[in-house]
């Protein structure tokens, strides 16, 4: 009877401690779900195409300068990117299509990759993540893992951690019917060495 009262216990133990870790698990799934859009959010996803005329500075081992920058966007993944100024080397022109990604610096021949922040590290010596980007202009998290998101009383993105990125959103305005960052920072750590690009955005054109 000790036995079977004993055998008893320990079934009921274990069931216990059966539940307890699946309701563990089951709140640890739950935090790891992404973050429902806001309102804000909502909208600017609506936007995909632009052109935008600002300025990109960027500070890494390589180089140290800044360019005027124009970016025309249709919907994903054709993009052109025209980088002029002495961090562009004269004239750099990146374009983007369903094939991949192309950039060309002056008269030389123009160089093809499927990822935009491959081709600039290979090519210009620091990584421009336009991929990314696309979503980060527009004060959007792109698709995938991201961490650390923190929000202003509006609900517009102030930070974030995403795709080896720190990422610093500041000086919202309203843009036609749009609520829309006009300064990025954004830090990372290439193998060469800590990179920091920041995009000053000017105008925005629909």
């Not at 140290?64 to 052109?80: F, K, V």
Request: aromatic share 8%; proline share 8%; hydrophobic share 40%.
């Amino acid at each position: 009877m000790h036995l079977t009262a004993d055998y008893s216990r320990i079934a009921k133990r274990i069931h216990f401690l059966a539940l307890a870790l699946l309701t563990f698990l089951l709140a640890a799934c739950a935090g790891q779900q992404p973050q429902p859009p806001t309102a804000a959010e909502q909208s600017a996803m609506q936007l995909q195409n632009w052109t935008i005329r600002g300025k990109l500075g960027v500070r890494s081992p390589t180089d140290n300068g800044s360019a005027n920058l124009t970016w025309e966007q249709q919907a994903a993944p054709n993009y052109r990117i025209h980088l002029s100024g002495p961090l562009g080397a004269g004239a750099t022109v990146i374009s983007g299509s369903p094939g991949g990604v192309s950039l060309k610096r002056g008269d030389e021949p123009p160089l093809q990759a499927r990822n935009p922040a491959q081709l600039t590290m290979e090519t210009l010596g620091w990584p421009l993540p336009v991929n990314e980007m696309f979503y980060w202009v527009r004060g959007l998290p792109a698709p995938g893992g991201a961490s650390n998101q923190q929000r202003n009383a509006q609900g517009q993105l102030q930070s974030l951690r995403q795709s080896g990125w720190q990422l610093n959103f500041s000086e919202y305005q309203n843009r036609g019917p749009y609520v829309l960052p006009t300064r990025i920072k954004a830090e990372t750590r290439a193998a060469a060495g800590p990179v920091k690009v920041t995009l000053v955005i000017k105008e925005w054109l629909f």
